[in-house]
């Protein structure tokens, strides 16, 4: 695959619309059932690891050049261009701390009566993770199906791996 | 999280994770069971009960919530949509994200096996430019498309100076991605 194109703003690519359109949702759920349903739960996080590590590549390289206030920056700017998002981003002494009082994506696929994908929520941990790595940090999450909590520190071997059942299955 | 501002970036960049996961059939597949059929499960619905009045419900607000510069034209026979900015390859551009041959292509992909199950067929072109024509009618009628300005007027996209692009891809009275025709 091409090399995305570094940039320099908190957002690797950007829309002339501020903020997108929710129906996209429904796409991003149906994708990852396309691929549990053909392929299984191994190739579904091969999927979200691969994303994190291409797709979005030139926010890890901010992460990189910028350390944890990059990581702030990017999620305010990520979550001001979802709509319906409710989150409060916390920069801490040693982490950054993502509040999801309302997730976008579960409110959205919840109003218009989807079947949301069971494992749905854990995209964000290994989406995360594949993105913070590259830049020396490592990511958690807890809480699910709606509202969580996602931390962003930098990686340390003697922290313990993310427990996948902090994370909630998505109805 | 993924999210939707950027959709068309990482939609197009799994095009092409599926493709080299399972080549041409399983890009098909995706745009056909995960777009057609589950995302897109509504617009199924109604295009599938109302034909070409559905079609007019649909690509209203979902174009303009997606931004989209663009004209419908609707008879009793053919709905049309003449796309002047399109603000999913729009976006692609604006950014330099090339990484699925033809990523226009979707749009056939998932569109055409919904035609076909609510009995339309589509002449269509796209300049991978951003801009396209589209004229659904129904399968036992075999009117042609129409010429350069005779069903939209002025705001026939074929009209435009920058239409003509070194490739342009050709569809007749298509329902698959692989009816393309002939290459301009």
Request: hydrophobic content about 35%; overall charge negative; proline content about 5%.
């Amino acid at each position: 695959m091409n090399e995305p194109s570094l940039t320099t703003g908190p957002l690797p690519y950007t829309d002339t619309k501020p903020v997108g359109h929710a129906d996209f949702y429904m796409a991003v759920n149906a994708t990852f059932r396309f691929i549990l349903d053909r392929f299984g739960y191994e190739k579904l996080k091969d999927y979200w690891r691969d994303i994190g590590t291409t797709y979005y590549r030139p926010v890890s390289e901010n992460w990189a050049r910028g350390g944890l206030p990059a990581v702030a920056d990017y999620w305010r700017a990520f979550f001001k261009a979802e709509p319906g998002a409710e989150v409060e981003v916390l920069e801490l002494a040693d982490e950054v701390r993502l509040e999801v009082k309302v997730c976008p994506v579960i409110r959205h696929l919840r109003e218009h009566g989807r079947e949301i994908v069971p494992c749905f929520c854990q995209h964000c941990f290994f989406v995360n993770e594949a993105m913070a790595a590259p830049a020396g940090l490592t990511a958690r999450v807890q809480g699910g199906g709606g509202r969580c909590v996602q931390r962003f520190m930098k990686a340390d071997a003697s922290m313990a791996p993310q427990n996948l059942e902090d994370i909630a299955t998505a109805s | 999280m993924i999210g939707c501002y950027d959709f068309c970036g990482h939609y197009e960049w799994t095009f092409e994770w599926l493709n080299k996961l399972g080549g041409h059939e399983l890009v098909k597949a995706y745009w056909d069971e995960a777009i057609h059929r589950d995302s897109q499960a509504h617009a199924s619905k109604l295009i599938g009960e109302k034909g070409f009045e559905g079609m007019q419900e649909y690509w209203g607000p979902t174009l303009a919530d997606e931004g989209a510069v663009y004209e419908r034209t609707m008879t009793d026979d053919v709905f049309r949509i003449d796309m002047h900015e399109c603000p999913s390859k729009g976006f692609l551009l604006r950014n330099g994200l090339d990484q699925y041959k033809d990523y226009c292509d979707h749009c056939v992909g998932w569109i055409g096996p919904l035609m076909k199950e609510s009995g339309f067929v589509i002449d269509h072109e796209h300049n991978h430019c951003g801009q396209c024509w589209w004229e659904m009618r129904r399968k036992d009628d075999t009117t042609p498309a129409s010429e350069a300005g005779a069903l939209s007027g002025h705001h026939d996209v074929r009209l435009r100076p920058d239409w003509k692009s070194p490739h342009t891809d050709h569809y007749e009275r298509a329902t698959d991605p692989d009816d393309k025709t002939a290459f301009s």
